[in-house]
T-cell receptor
């Protein structure tokens, strides 16, 4: 079945640093989504990508849909303490359910 | 608040008991999804409704699990004869019917603990 490999598993950074995380898939996706989840809460949608090569920003967040359609990355610039949380990539092929990576846990020290 | 609403937020039950979770999607969304999330993992797909029709079920959805969406609005997820392995966060999400809008919007989840 389809698998998503998300890396890194965790990151410990200083406030103000930039962050990059990525996901790779064993199969082609038509949609890539990035979510953030705080403890005890549901995932919150950050960015949605629908076209290969698409680069989309949402404030300090930038995500790209890989040209091969098998990968995506998320960058966070100038991190702040409220960026702490678990970031999930999620991908979907046509006619299939959205599947999630295992998450990247981000810790930011001030 | 017009987001996805789930109830209860927390449920503690004894092994063998039945539990039911309710989800109220965003009002104009016709698609509704149930996911399960265990500690350290991403959400795993369980089942999906378009209006009142249950269109897809994961192999994770054993015969002890049943989901309904009788009027195409709210949905319920029932787990019969709960087992300790059922302990997880059960997440509901909804999405818009419009093409090209594949974003799922999640509720805050219902956390189940089976003792």
């Amino acid at each position: 079945g389809q698998q998503l490999n998300q890396s890194p598993q965790s990151m410990f950074i200083q406030e103000g640093e930039d962050v990059s995380m990525n996901c790779t898939s064993s199969s082609i996706f038509n949609t890539w989504l990035w979510y953030k989840q705080d403890p005890g809460e549901g995932p919150v949608l950050l960015i949605a990508l629908y076209k290969a090569g698409e680069l989309t920003s949402n404030g300090r967040l930038t995500a790209q849909f890989g040209i091969t359609r098998k990968d995506s990355f998320l960058n966070i610039s100038a991190s702040i303490p409220s960026d702490v949380g678990i970031y999930f990539c999620a991908g979907q092929s046509r006619g299939t359910a959205l599947i999630f990576g295992k998450g990247t846990t981000l810790s930011v020290s001030s | 608040d017009t987001g996805v609403s789930q109830d209860p937020r927390h449920k503690i039950t004894k092994r063998g008991q039945n539990v039911t979770f309710r989800c109220d999607p965003i009002s104009e969304h016709n698609r509704l999804y149930w996911y399960r999330q265990t500690l350290g993992q991403g959400p795993e797909f369980l089942t999906y409704f378009q209006n009142e029709a249950q269109l897809e079920k994961s192999r994770l959805l054993s015969d002890r699990f049943s989901a309904e969406r009788p009027k195409g609005s709210f949905s319920t997820l029932e787990i019969q004869r709960t087992e300790q392995g059922d302990s997880a966060m059960y997440l509901c999400a909804s999405s818009s019917p419009f093409p090209g809008t594949g974003e799922l919007f999640f509720g805050e989840g219902s956390r189940l603990t089976v003792l």
